[in-house]
């Protein structure tokens, strides 16, 4: 199989979706200009770099959530397991020095192990895309789990380059699409918790993002009937030549335009309406409770909100007629940022 560059001989990136293609993630190959375009380079280039890989294992009664976020001057990571009868069962979030080997985070979207130590919590994420495995182990607190999941290039994930501001950029693979486990065991205070018809949301996103960076995004999966359905939508990053929009049907993509959000700034958790202009997908998320963090340190500003939840509504499939689901587990965030 081919292996593409995803900066050029040029440096610069190559904006647009990757499909079976290998990944060369020569980033440190770009060259990053100033607001003036006079090149930057030494820590000035590091510290503008930012990656993170988020994990929600769903099914209609718990979310289990993490996700390792690498800044260049600050790594952090969270965790959470939710029960949708209304309560955290586990909620940890740690901010980590960039010298520390709590938290190994290669940058590699394809290959790689990511790896977090701390004390008697551990999690160990083993990932080949083209081999189509994925392992994650974890323990914290009263918690341990073991997933092993065939996931990688026959999912048809998403894989998309888009330019961010006038001199970065946002490589992106998404997918929802993800429901076939070897095994799933999820231990809390001694019993084992019901993942039946569990499915995993994932995203892994790298780049040079703009100083300021906002996005509205949602992300869900389940089965509707017969049908396994699975989306990711997401606004005001990512829409530049491509949008990582896109849902699935019993596997088959169907790649999406601007997606529209509708929802109450003061007050998040009434019902929230997505949609588009050409009525493919219309779609009721109704939040039901929400993990969250705001950092306001020198000139760093952060306020995200992930929401948990479930989506109601319909896509249409390739004949045109809706598939209609209701009450599928999924989350939507809001975040802004200046980095």
Known sequence: MDTINIIDKNGNPINGIIKDKKINFNYKDYKLLNFFDKELKGLKKRFKFHHFNY?????????????????????????????????FLIKTEKKILPLSKKLDFPINPDN??????????????????????????????????????NYGIKNTPLKVITPAGHNG????????????????????????LDFTNASLIYDWSGGYLKRETNWVWVSFSGMA?????????????????????IYWINKKSFKEGVILFNYDKTALYNSWIISNKNKTIQIEFFPKDEINDNTNVLLVKNSFRQFMGKFSGYFLDENSKKVKFKNITGVAEIHKALW
Do not use: P, R
């Open 225 to 245: 009937g017969n049908h396994s359905i699975a989306a990711n939508f997401a606004a005001m990053v990512n829409e530049t030549y491509e949008t990582e929009n």
């Open 55 to 87: 994990y929600g294992f769903l099914s209609d009664k718990y979310i289990l959530a993490f996700a390792v976020v690498d800044l260049g001057y600050i790594k952090s990571f969270f965790i959470y397991l939710y029960d949708f009868n209304g309560k």
């Open 169 to 192: 950029w946002t490589f992106t693979e998404k997918c929802s699409n993800i429901n076939d486990f070897n095994e799933i065991y999820v231990n809390y205070k001694g019993e084992n």
């Open 112 to 149: 790689h192990t990511i790896k977090y130590k701390n004390k008697k919590d551990f999690l160990v994420v083993a990932k080949d895309f083209f081999d189509n495995l994925l392992s994650v182990s974890g323990q914290f607190k009263n918690l341990t789990f073991n997933f092993n999941i």
